[in-house]
């Protein structure tokens, strides 16, 4: 069953801790993309990486890390220094390449820190 | 990517066509629309997409204006599972072809 999965679906952490939300896909889509969600907001993009080892700053990445070592795979670590963390996470990807393309979404991460 | 204003929320009976409007008035010739939805604490679902010809697929069919400067998203038969939030969205997929969602419109479909 081809998709996204993203885990744990909740997450509890007190302040001040490092958490790594985990994303993976068997689509074998080249970008893949982290989004945050606040209560009755749009999506806003936190990282995205178009292929293996290579990856952009969104709109809000200001106490965000990412990495993308393998072509499925694309966690995202909170740090300490974001200053309001709790929100709901959705990885997404595409195949990638020019034209139009589709993103598609995982089931998200709801965090929330203590 | 061009602006996109939807409103806030509508209201749809069950089992009628639920048509829901996209205003993108600035749009340029090589933008396409997507429409998303999302249910309440999912992910976002793609639904459909188009560049000037309407659109149709086994979830709704779309509609775009001859001068493309709106759309509209129609759900034949609304269904109490088509609640959810519905997000109208415009990209040439320069860059990396990230998208923009904005707050988009909450449909409520009742008995």
């Known amino acids: 069953d081809g998709g996204i999965t993203q885990s744990p679906k909740y997450l509890f952490r007190k302040e001040g801790q490092n958490v790594t939300l985990s994303c993976e896909q068997n689509?074998?889509?080249?970008?893949m993309y982290w989004y945050r969600q606040d209560p009755g907001q749009g999506l806003r993009l936190i990282y995205y990486?178009?292929?293996?080892?290579?990856?952009q700053k969104g709109d809000i990445a200001e106490g965000y890390s990412v990495s993308r070592e393998k072509k499925e795979s694309f966690p995202l670590t909170v740090t300490s220094a974001q200053k309001n963390p709790t929100a709901f996470y959705l990885c997404?990807?595409?195949?990638?390449?020019?034209?139009?393309?589709?993103?598609?979404f995982g089931p998200g991460t709801r965090l929330t820190v203590l | 990517d061009a602006k996109t204003t939807q409103p806030t929320s509508m209201d749809c009976a069950e089992g009628r066509a639920a048509n829901l409007p996209c205003n993108h008035s600035?749009?340029?010739?090589?933008?396409?629309v997507y429409w998303y939805r999302q249910i309440h604490s999912q992910g976002p679902q793609y639904i459909i997409h188009?560049?000037?010809n309407n659109e149709t697929n086994e979830m709704a069919s779309l509609i775009i204006t001859e001068d493309r400067k709106s759309s509209t998203l129609i759900l034949p038969h609304a269904t109490l599972r088509d609640t959810a939030v519905y997000y109208c969205?415009?990209?040439?997929?320069?860059?990396?072809?990230?998208?923009?969602f904005g707050k988009g419109t909450m449909l409520l479909v009742s008995p």
């Open positions: 997404a990807s595409r195949s990638g390449g020019p034209g139009p393309d589709t993103q598609y």
């Open positions: 689509l074998n889509h080249d970008a």
């Open positions: 990486s178009q292929i293996v080892n290579d990856f």
């Open positions: 600035t749009i340029s010739g090589n933008e396409y």
């Open positions: 188009g560049l000037k």
């Open positions: 969205i415009a990209t040439d997929f320069s860059g990396y072809s990230t998208l923009t």
